[in-house]
């Protein structure tokens, strides 16, 4: 088990950028898949990016062409560079992991993450 702590969430205009950090407990390098996940008030958790064994990024539609997802193994650090913000992009964030050795490394599955972090706020207003 990892655990997962999150930082640079906060409040930006429109058209505005922030970068989400996401810490781990202890090495992630080889030994976990890792992806962000967000959640509006009133609505489902969704996925927003994840990152394959080989690290290749993959990314929802509502986030496609603004998000970048990235991570230093040497930190044990996950990001999520996030552009071009929009209202609907507020929400709670969260990273979370799973085995590297899981056949779901990468998926968008949600049920396939065994350790999740708290989530900063993101709020995003005009």
């Known amino acids: 088990q990892v655990q997962l702590v999150e930082s640079g969430g906060g409040s930006v205009q429109t058209g505005g950028s922030l970068r989400l950090y996401c810490v781990a407990s202890?090495?992630?390098?080889?030994?976990?898949?890792l992806a962000w996940f967000r959640q509006a008030p009133g609505k489902e958790r969704e996925t927003v990016a994840s990152?394959?064994?080989?690290?290749?990024?993959y990314y929802s539609a509502a986030v496609e062409g603004r998000f970048t997802i990235s991570r230093d193994a040497a930190k044990s650090e996950l990001y999520l560079q996030m552009s071009s913000l929009k209202a609907e992009d507020t929400a709670m964030y969260y990273c979370?992991?799973?085995?590297?050795?899981?056949?779901?490394?990468?998926?968008?599955?949600?049920?396939?993450?065994?350790?999740w972090g708290q989530g900063p706020q993101v709020t995003v207003s005009s």
């Open positions: 990152l394959t064994r080989a690290d290749t990024p």
């Open positions: 979370a992991a799973q085995p590297r050795s899981s056949d779901y490394c990468g998926s968008f599955r949600q049920d396939r993450y065994n350790d």
């Open positions: 202890r090495s992630i390098y080889n030994q976990y898949c």
